[in-house]
Nanobody, 126 residues
Framework: QLQLVESGGGLVQPGGSLRLSCAAS????????IGWFRQAPGKEREGVSC????????YYADSVKGRFTISRDNAKNTVYLQMNSLKPEDTAVYYC???????????????????WGQGTQVTVSS
């Protein structure tokens, strides 16, 4: 059974940091592009970041550039999202998603991702 599980969310003060993890089971992430998305209450889902599998290219939403870093550890079958200098507007449920194996490039729409995790809550508040 293919499964993605996010972890690492929580409550953090503005300016703080969190590292989210996206662990896969039932398949290897080596050959998939992995994306992070977020959805705040009353807002549409937003693409945050993506890392391709073929060349390791990374992409970031303008709102998180310079603050968030996506990385992958294929040996651990896990992708990370390091979030620094967090702001209240980063508060959302964060989801990771994977493309089908051998679809190595980051899709331009969420529909390009076939597997999704259940999400982890990130709350930035003083």
């Amino acid at each position: 059974q293919l499964q993605l599980v996010e972890s690492g969310g929580g409550l953090v003060q503005p300016g703080g940091s969190l590292r989210l993890s996206c662990a896969a089971s039932g398949f290897t992430l080596d050959y998939s592009a992995i994306g992070w998305f977020r959805q705040a209450p009353g807002k549409e889902r937003e693409g945050v970041s993506c890392i391709s599998s073929s060349d390791g290219n990374t992409y970031y939403a303008d709102s998180v550039k310079g603050r968030f870093t996506i990385s992958r550890d294929n040996a651990k079958n896990t992708v990370y999202l390091q979030m620094n200098s967090l702001k209240p507007e980063d508060t959302a449920v964060y989801y990771c998603a994977a493309t089908a194996p051998y679809s190595s490039s980051c899709p331009t729409t969420p529909r390009g991702f076939g597997s999704w995790g259940q999400g982890t809550q990130v709350t930035v508040s003083s």
